[in-house]
């Protein structure tokens, strides 16, 4: 059975520091690329980050680039987004993403919740 399970979500304030992880099982983790997305209040789900299996990493959103850091352990098979210097607009609920490099399968966590606030 898939799994992707999140963790690391929290309260921080404004300036902080948060590692969201993500555990991954049922599946080649190390052939798959990996992804965090985000969804806040009232906005559509957003590409954040992704690493292929290669370690190659693209980021996507413009407002976090050189605050968050995608990588990967495929020893623990487990996907990491460091989050640092963060603001309000962070908030969100963050979920993990799996695609097969044929883009065949495609998994999902059930997500963790991030919120940033004084």
């Known amino acids: 059975q898939v799994q992707l399970v999140e963790s690391g979500g929290g309260l921080v304030q404004p300036g902080g520091s948060l590692r969201l992880s993500c555990a991954a099982s049922g599946f080649t983790f190390s052939s798959y690329s990996m992804s965090w997305y985000r969804q806040g209040p009232g906005k559509e789900r957003e590409l954040v980050a992704t690493?292929?299996?290669?370690?190659?990493?693209?980021n996507y959103v413009d407002s976090v680039k050189g605050r968050f850091t995608i990588s990967r352990d495929n020893g623990k098979a487990t996907v990491y987004l460091q989050m640092n210097s963060l603001k309000s607009e962070d908030t969100a609920v963050y979920y993990c993403?799996?695609?097969?490099?044929?883009?065949?399968?495609?998994?999902w966590g059930q997500g963790t919740q991030v919120t940033v606030s004084s």
């Open positions: 993403n799996a695609r097969s490099s044929n883009w065949r399968r495609n998994y």
């Open positions: 690493i292929k299996d290669d370690y190659t990493i693209t």
